[in-house]
Structures are given as structure tokens and as C-alpha cells.
């Protein structure tokens, strides 16, 4: 008798690479890459050569100082603070009236806080060691501060919230609180 061994039909895989490679390609380009988290600042231009670029000189009553150390302490004109306060700080020294130009203002007047908000600077100064996470909130709770002050604002000017604002009205707006903000590392 005699027995028949079939063999199993082989399957050609000299295209499996180049299939795998083209579904590699397919799932780069159509996969969805998410944003990256950081903070969107426009720089200043930087200072020409032989040129002394500080005549823009502040007044130490319009200069904000929020100091964070290498353990995420928040330090507001010498004054230890939670990150929770920071905004309403923020938002009382922006809106002040010191010098009375400010139409606008509800502030109090206060001699310990800025001229104007167009004359207020907050200075952030971090040690190197800060955490990236506590770093990005006291970013946010700064910015939450301008935004609520600007949002305030366009309602009582434009009668419309900030996200209704026409380009110019939105520029009228970040004209009346400037975004001022003066960053530096704690040297050792």
C-alpha cells in the first residue's frame, strides 16, 4: 500500500514586511498626536547688540513679586500663601486704582498695590527645583485672574462676554489689562 504524504501549501511571505511597513505608515499618519502641555507667551524681541534695552523703568509699587522655592511654597510680598489665593491677590492688585488715571478700576485705591492695571508687572521668580505641575498653576491662577478682570470688563464696556468679542473690541480689552508678566530663576 501506498501512502500519500500531502504537504501543507506554503504561504509566500515576502510581502508580509512590506504590508506591516505600509500599515506602520498608516497608523502614524492618521493617528491623532495630542498637544502639547506648557504655556503659550510671546517673547519679547531680544535686545540688540550694544543697545541698553531696560528703559522701560517700573516703579517697585507696580511690580507684584510671587517667589516659589524648590518645595512649591508660594511666597506674595513676603507673605506665605496657598496657591488657592493667589488669583484674588492677583485680581486686587491689577484692578487698583493707586494714582487715579484709572476709570474702569473697581479697586480700592490702595497705596500697596499697582498705579493702574496698564502700569502693573507680576514677577515671577522660581527656583529651578520647582515642580513643572506647581509651576503650570500658578501660571494658571495668574492668568485666571487677567481673564476674569478682561471678562468683567468686556461685559461692562461691550455688554458681551470675551468670547463674543470682535477683534478689535478683544483688543481694546487686553489693552485695558495688559498681560504683564516678568519670569526669572532664584539664583543661588
Not at 54 to 74: F, G, M, P, T
Request: aromatic letters at 8%.
Amino acid at each position: 500500500m501506498k501512502t500519500s504524504r500531502r504537504q501543507a501549501p506554503q504561504v509566500n511571505a515576502g510581502s508580509m514586511a512590506d504590508i506591516a511597513f505600509l500599515l506602520l505608515i498608516f497608523f502614524l499618519v492618521t493617528a491623532m498626536i495630542p498637544d502639547d502641555n506648557g504655556i503659550r507667551r510671546k517673547l519679547p524681541p531680544p535686545c540688540p547688540p550694544n543697545t541698553i534695552c531696560n528703559e522701560n523703568y517700573v516703579k517697585e509699587r507696580n511690580i507684584l513679586e510671587v517667589r516659589v522655592n524648590s518645595k512649591d511654597a508660594l511666597l506674595v510680598e513676603n507673605s506665605i500663601i496657598s496657591i488657592e489665593e493667589l488669583k484674588q491677590i492677583a485680581k486686587d492688585f491689577l484692578d487698583n486704582n493707586g494714582d487715579g488715571s484709572c476709570s474702569y478700576c473697581d479697586g480700592l485705591m490702595l497705596v500697596t498695590s499697582s498705579d493702574n492695571p496698564k502700569a502693573a508687572v507680576i514677577s515671577l521668580t522660581n527656583d529651578k527645583m520647582t515642580s513643572y505641575n506647581f509651576y503650570i498653576k500658578v501660571q494658571d491662577e495668574l492668568t485666571k485672574a487677567y481673564f476674569e478682570l478682561r471678562s468683567v470688563y468686556a461685559k461692562s464696556l461691550f455688554n458681551k462676554s470675551a468670547d463674543e468679542l470682535s477683534k478689535n473690541e478683544l483688543n481694546e480689552v487686553r489693552a485695558a489689562y495688559p498681560f504683564m508678566l516678568s519670569e526669572a530663576g532664584i539664583k543661588h
